[in-house]
Protein backbone atom coordinates (compact mmCIF):
# COMPACT_ATOMS: atom_id res chain seq x y z
CA UNK A 1 0.00 0.00 0.00
CA UNK A 2 2.80 2.07 0.80
CA UNK A 3 4.99 1.92 -2.59
CA UNK A 4 1.49 2.80 -4.84
CA UNK A 5 1.07 5.96 -2.81
CA UNK A 6 4.89 6.69 -3.04
CA UNK A 7 5.02 6.04 -6.99
CA UNK A 8 1.70 8.38 -7.66
CA UNK A 9 3.41 11.00 -5.43
CA UNK A 10 6.79 10.60 -7.42
CA UNK A 11 4.06 10.94 -10.81
CA UNK A 12 2.46 14.25 -9.27
CA UNK A 13 5.92 15.80 -8.53
CA UNK A 14 7.38 15.02 -12.32
CA UNK A 15 4.31 16.44 -13.74
CA UNK A 16 4.76 19.33 -11.93
CA UNK A 17 8.06 20.17 -12.71
CA UNK A 18 7.35 19.45 -15.99
CA UNK A 19 5.39 22.00 -17.34
CA UNK A 20 4.68 23.09 -20.95
CA UNK A 21 6.14 26.64 -21.65
CA UNK A 22 4.02 29.10 -20.74
CA UNK A 23 1.94 27.42 -18.13
CA UNK A 24 4.49 28.93 -15.30
CA UNK A 25 6.79 31.60 -15.92
CA UNK A 26 9.86 29.22 -14.54
CA UNK A 27 9.12 26.73 -17.79
CA UNK A 28 8.98 29.82 -20.05
CA UNK A 29 12.20 31.02 -18.80
CA UNK A 30 13.68 26.90 -19.02
CA UNK A 31 12.08 26.64 -22.23
CA UNK A 32 13.80 29.68 -23.75
CA UNK A 33 16.58 29.08 -22.19
CA UNK A 34 16.83 25.73 -23.91
CA UNK A 35 15.83 27.60 -27.04
CA UNK A 36 18.95 30.19 -27.17
CA UNK A 37 21.79 27.11 -25.89
CA UNK A 38 20.29 25.72 -29.43
CA UNK A 39 19.82 28.59 -31.90
CA UNK A 40 23.54 27.69 -33.55
CA UNK A 41 22.97 24.39 -34.64
CA UNK A 42 18.74 24.33 -34.62
CA UNK A 43 17.15 26.56 -37.37
CA UNK A 44 13.73 26.59 -35.45
CA UNK A 45 14.76 27.55 -32.22
CA UNK A 46 14.68 30.91 -32.83
CA UNK A 47 11.22 30.79 -33.90
CA UNK A 48 10.20 29.27 -30.19
CA UNK A 49 12.06 32.05 -28.63
CA UNK A 50 9.88 34.28 -30.54
CA UNK A 51 6.93 32.72 -29.53
CA UNK A 52 7.91 32.97 -25.61
CA UNK A 53 7.83 36.70 -26.07
CA UNK A 54 5.21 38.79 -24.48
CA UNK A 55 3.26 40.82 -27.52
CA UNK A 56 5.20 44.00 -27.29
CA UNK A 57 8.00 42.40 -27.65
CA UNK A 58 7.54 40.95 -31.06
CA UNK A 59 6.20 43.52 -31.66
CA UNK A 60 9.52 45.31 -31.57
CA UNK A 61 10.89 42.64 -33.46
CA UNK A 62 8.09 42.62 -36.35
CA UNK A 63 8.85 46.22 -36.78
CA UNK A 64 12.32 45.46 -37.21
CA UNK A 65 11.80 42.83 -39.54
CA UNK A 66 10.03 44.79 -41.84
CA UNK A 67 12.13 47.70 -41.85
CA UNK A 68 14.99 44.93 -42.92
CA UNK A 69 12.80 43.82 -45.21
CA UNK A 70 12.38 47.17 -47.01
CA UNK A 71 15.98 48.00 -46.97
CA UNK A 72 17.23 44.56 -47.72
CA UNK A 73 14.73 43.84 -50.14
CA UNK A 74 14.53 40.65 -49.05
CA UNK A 75 11.14 39.43 -46.92
CA UNK A 76 12.70 38.42 -43.30
CA UNK A 77 10.72 37.09 -40.42
CA UNK A 78 10.56 39.09 -37.30
CA UNK A 79 11.99 35.61 -35.27
CA UNK A 80 15.40 36.22 -37.70
CA UNK A 81 15.86 39.72 -35.72
CA UNK A 82 17.21 37.42 -33.34
CA UNK A 83 21.05 36.80 -34.56
CA UNK A 84 21.93 32.82 -34.24
CA UNK A 85 25.68 34.10 -33.99
CA UNK A 86 24.50 36.80 -31.21
CA UNK A 87 22.62 34.71 -29.22
CA UNK A 88 24.42 33.62 -26.10
CA UNK A 89 22.93 33.64 -22.52
CA UNK A 90 24.90 35.46 -19.77
CA UNK A 91 25.03 32.66 -17.47
CA UNK A 92 24.56 28.92 -17.39
CA UNK A 93 21.17 28.37 -15.41
CA UNK A 94 20.90 26.59 -12.42
CA UNK A 95 17.36 25.45 -12.74
CA UNK A 96 17.23 24.41 -8.95
CA UNK A 97 17.86 27.63 -7.83
CA UNK A 98 15.00 29.63 -9.43
CA UNK A 99 13.03 31.81 -7.51
CA UNK A 100 9.43 33.40 -8.94
CA UNK A 101 7.63 36.34 -7.30
CA UNK A 102 3.59 36.67 -9.51
CA UNK A 103 1.49 39.94 -8.73
CA UNK A 104 -1.22 39.74 -10.84
CA UNK A 105 -0.37 38.86 -14.56
CA UNK A 106 3.23 39.53 -13.92
CA UNK A 107 6.27 37.95 -13.04
CA UNK A 108 10.09 37.75 -12.01
CA UNK A 109 11.83 35.22 -12.74
CA UNK A 110 15.57 35.35 -11.08
CA UNK A 111 17.73 32.78 -12.38
CA UNK A 112 21.08 32.03 -10.56
CA UNK A 113 24.11 31.03 -12.60
CA UNK A 114 25.84 27.28 -12.26
CA UNK A 115 29.15 29.25 -11.45
CA UNK A 116 27.44 32.36 -10.07
CA UNK A 117 25.18 35.63 -11.08
CA UNK A 118 22.19 36.17 -11.09
CA UNK A 119 19.41 37.52 -13.62
CA UNK A 120 15.70 39.26 -13.42
CA UNK A 121 13.93 37.28 -16.35
CA UNK A 122 10.72 39.65 -16.32
CA UNK A 123 7.15 37.75 -17.60
CA UNK A 124 3.91 38.58 -18.22
CA UNK A 125 0.71 36.29 -18.74
CA UNK A 126 -1.25 37.22 -22.06
CA UNK A 127 -4.06 34.82 -23.14
CA UNK A 128 -3.57 32.84 -20.24
CA UNK A 129 -0.09 32.27 -21.18
CA UNK A 130 3.23 33.04 -19.49
CA UNK A 131 5.63 35.42 -21.90
CA UNK A 132 8.68 36.72 -21.21
CA UNK A 133 8.95 40.50 -21.26
CA UNK A 134 11.88 41.64 -23.16
CA UNK A 135 12.47 45.47 -23.90
CA UNK A 136 13.90 46.50 -26.90
CA UNK A 137 14.76 50.43 -28.20
CA UNK A 138 12.44 51.28 -30.75
CA UNK A 139 13.79 51.22 -34.45
CA UNK A 140 14.57 54.74 -34.67
CA UNK A 141 16.55 55.16 -30.99
CA UNK A 142 18.93 52.95 -32.89
CA UNK A 143 19.86 54.65 -36.16
CA UNK A 144 23.09 56.54 -36.29
CA UNK A 145 22.15 60.18 -34.99
CA UNK A 146 18.65 59.49 -33.86
CA UNK A 147 18.38 61.73 -30.62
CA UNK A 148 22.20 61.72 -29.57
CA UNK A 149 24.88 62.53 -32.56
CA UNK A 150 25.35 59.03 -32.85
CA UNK A 151 26.81 57.73 -29.68
CA UNK A 152 25.43 55.11 -27.86
CA UNK A 153 26.65 54.11 -24.53
CA UNK A 154 26.86 50.55 -23.50
CA UNK A 155 26.17 50.36 -19.41
Known sequence: MRAPRLLASAAVLVVACNRAPGE???ATV?????????????SSARQRMYDLLSQRAQ???????QQASQLSGWELQPWEMIA?????L???IDPSSMDT???DDRAVVTVRGVTGGVADVPLVREG?????DLSFPSVEAIRPGAG???SRSVP
Do not use: K, M, V, Y
Request: zero cysteines; aromatic letters at 4%.
Open 24 to 26: TPR
Open 30 to 42: EAFAHAAQSARTD
Open 59 to 65: GALTDRA
Open 84 to 88: PGRIR
Open 90 to 92: RLE
Open 101 to 103: RIS
Open 128 to 132: GRWRI
Open 148 to 150: DGG
